[in-house]
């Protein structure tokens, strides 16, 4: 069993930044992908951006590539996401996801991911 716990969000302008966190706990942490997802009030769960077990692999949504970095530091069981140049279409609920033990692929399917955390909002007012 995997818990994870996202932080970080909260209220910021557009053109803004915030960092994201998300603490892992639980069973090993290297040895999975692990993704961020988003929710919009009224829409479906989509995919921001996932990262490798050594961190090194990233794949991002075409929304915020440029705009967004995943990284990783598995010595604190820990996951980022830095968010900059924020636009008000990025207001969602944020949450922070992982996939089995050994999972190679580092999917951009919400199907792909076992353990979810209860979400951090990230509001941008324009």
């Known amino acids: 069993q995997v818990q994870l716990v996202e932080s970080g969000g909260g209220l910021v302008q557009a053109g803004g930044s915030l960092r994201l966190s998300c603490a892992a706990s639980?069973?090993?942490?290297?040895?999975?992908?692990m993704g961020w997802f988003r929710q919009a009030p009224g829409k479906e769960r989509e995919f921001v951006a996932a990262?490798?077990?050594?961190?090194?692999?990233?794949v991002y949504a075409d929304s915020v590539k440029g705009r967004f970095t995943i990284s990783r530091d598995n010595a604190k069981n820990t996951m980022y996401l830095q968010m900059n140049t924020l636009k008000p279409e990025d207001t969602a609920v944020y949450y922070c996801t992982a996939t089995v033990e050994n999972y190679y692929r580092v999917a951009i399917s919400l199907y792909e991911y076992r353990y979810w955390g209860q979400g951090t909002q990230v509001t941008v007012s324009s």
């Open positions: 990262i490798g077990w050594s961190g090194g692999n990233t």
């Open positions: 639980g069973r090993t942490f290297t040895s999975r992908v």
